[in-house]
């Protein structure tokens, strides 16, 4: 007998931008029976797209705190409330809210009945521009982030401007960061219209705001593409995100947004890209100033260089040595080994004393 290799999986999704909530409702058929699993919070400040889809017939489960119930709990009571309202293979399921709430639905959609379709309403920036594209699902297990998941994609992702409106400017700023990010590692064009338009886009004017989360998503959205199971490309999304975490982790005793700590993280390996020779010193500039035009809040993060240092040390994805993405040069981003943890750890020290002057 002869080995057979089919290829089963052919995947696209659909991306749609919107400037008014009341055409995303307007999108969805009245032919399909939907369910939706919501940010109460988020509802509650967007009646009228709450009062859109209960006039759609949608069946809605509300999540009070999306993000501490982001856990078995919710998924089994998720699960439950759709069996009650007999939803099954050929229904519709929508996540509608910031990042968790995306992740929650994805992982439920993944495997209510072995894999239903669904759509997702991002409506934080991080979840429009970074959580609800690339097929990545998750719950939180345990004191474990995302420890059960699975790679499973939307049918389409609906961004409106409209919904980033009742976002404060630290959330918001929470999810500029992944755009920054994703400028960053393609292109210094894209970087300067990000300086160009700075003031409109803290202003959130809709047309600016959608322009640029429209090239975001299609950034993600490429290097997904050519690398769905994160063996290539796709890893240099981590941009930042090694100093980032270790960032967080020394700050696990009062959380700090996500989104900041890149913007440190990021900062970091900027510096350390021009540093180490590779960066040139005015490109670093460009990146330095660019990001100065966001009004940041980093008065709750603590820099504690020993901490975040050991913490990058047990980053799960190093192998032998501390892996780095740097850049060298805007656009070029590479996969960097640190040989040396005395050279890291030094360079982790000089840093915070200048970052904190
Ligand atoms: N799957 C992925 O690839 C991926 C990537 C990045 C992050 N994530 C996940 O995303 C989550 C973080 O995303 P997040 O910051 O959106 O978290 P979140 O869903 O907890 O939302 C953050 C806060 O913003 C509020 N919010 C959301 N939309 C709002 C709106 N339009 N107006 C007012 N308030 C609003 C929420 O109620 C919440 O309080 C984490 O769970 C993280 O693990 C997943």
Redesign the pocket.
Known sequence: MKDLIFKAEEISVKLSYFNKASKVIDSLSDNVKYCVIA?A??LD??QDFKNGLLKKGCFIFEVE???KQ?NLETYSEAIAFMQKNGMNRQDCLIGF???????LT?FIASSYMRGIKYLQI??????QV?????????I?FGQI??FV?SFYNPVQVFICAD??????EQ?FL??FS?VIKHSLITSKESLEKIKKTSQEILAKDSDTLLKCIEESVQIKAQIVASDFKEKGARKYLNFGHTFAHGIESANYKSPI???HAVIIGMLMALKYSKELGFLQKSSYELAKEVISHFNYNFTNIDLDAELIFEAMKSDKKNTKTINLVLLREIGEPFIYEEQSSETLKHYIKEFINDFKK
């Open positions: 940010d919070k988020v400040m967007h705190e999306a993000e982001k809210g910031g990042g968790a709430i995306t992740d994805g991002p409506t934080s920036l991080l979840a970074d959580a609800s594209i690339g097929g990545k699902t998750g939180n982030k995302n998941g919904f980033l409106q009742s976002l404060n959330e929470n999810g992944e947004f996500h989104g």
